[in-house]
Every structure is written in C-alpha cells, then in structure tokens.
C-alpha cells in the first residue's frame, strides 16, 4: 500500500511537471504569436519581397511619414529592415498607450478635484482629455463657478490646456 502512495505521488508530480513544461511553451508561442501582427505588417508593405522597405512601400502605413521613417532608419541605409520597422512601430504604439494613460489620469484627477470643491455642483461638469488638453463641459450656476473649474483643473499637472465650455444657467 506504502509503494502505492509512492508511485501516485511520482505521478502526481510528472503530470505537474509536464503541466508547467507546457505552459511554459504556450506562454512562449503566446509571445511570439503577439509579435506576429508587426512582422507580417512588414511582409504586407514589402512589394518588393526583398526584406527591405522603401520610404514608398513605408508611406503605405500612414505612421510612417517621411520623418518618421528618417527615424526608424537607424542604420541610415535608405530603407527599412524588419527589425527597424517593428522596434520603430512598436515604439510609437507604447507612447500612444502611455498618452492614453496620462490622459485617464488628468481627467480622473480633475474629477476628483471638482468633487472636492464644495462651491462646485461638480456632478453637473464632464471633463474630457486629450493629449493633455482638456474639455469642460455641462451646467454651472454663474460665471464665477466656471472660471473656478477652470482655475482647479489648469492647476493639475499634465494639463496643457483648458477649453471650458461650461454653460451658465439662467
């Protein structure tokens, strides 16, 4: 009975072991399969199959402007190679993310502040963000309120500008 328990507990463990062996590989393939869309990308613009993109078969993606594709030829050969295209768009598309990011945070926070104002009738205002630049919107009661909404939020760090677009009522 003794060996029983023995050999159910080494089988217990190799299905484990080949369980987190095989995670490990699909976690893998997972990784290369996210890298995937770039590198086809690539094979999609070179008409030419040559492993190379011109600044024209580049300009098909409309990221890639004639600055941008300056920037992305890193070795200043003229054209593009995969590797430079996908480090390159992979890039820009992190900093995109990291805007969009920055962006919830300036509104989330410009929120707060209005809620903390107790002049503020602040469930009234919406405030949207864009590339740092934000928009008020809704109803206040007098323009004193809205320039106050205004002077709270252009004090929050990363807003570049405000557009109040708050309606006074009366």
């Known amino acids: ?4 328990t023995q050999n159910s507990a080494v089988v217990v463990a190799c299905i484990i072991a080949i369980g987190s062996t095989s995670a490990m590989a699909f976690d893998t393939d997972k990784v290369k399969n996210e890298q995937t869309p770039l590198a086809s990308e690539f094979v999609a613009l070179d008409v ?3 492993g190379e993109l011109t600044a024209k078969e580049a300009s098909v993606d ?3 402007t004639h600055n941008n594709f300056v920037k992305a030829d ?7 190679n995969q590797n430079e295209y996908v480090t390159y768009k992979s890039e820009q598309q992190q900093k ?3 805007r969009v990011i920055d962006d919830s945070v300036i509104t989330t926070k410009a929120k707060a ?21 934000v928009i008020l919107s809704g109803f ?12 709270i939020v252009a004090k929050i760090e990363g807003v570049k500008s405000v557009k ?6 009366g």
Do not use: C, P
């Open 1 to 4: 009975m003794k060996q029983l």
């Open 48 to 50: 030419s199959a040559n």
């Open 62 to 64: 409309t990221l890639f």
């Open 74 to 80: 890193v070795d200043k050969n003229g054209t593009l």
């Open 96 to 98: 995109t993310v990291g």
């Open 113 to 133: 502040e209005l809620l903390a104002e107790k002049e503020l009738k602040s469930v009234q205002i919406s405030v949207e963000t864009h590339k740092g630049n």
């Open 140 to 151: 206040v009661d007098d323009l004193a309120t809205k320039k106050k909404a205004e002077q």
């Open 164 to 169: 109040n677009g708050l309606v006074v009522k």
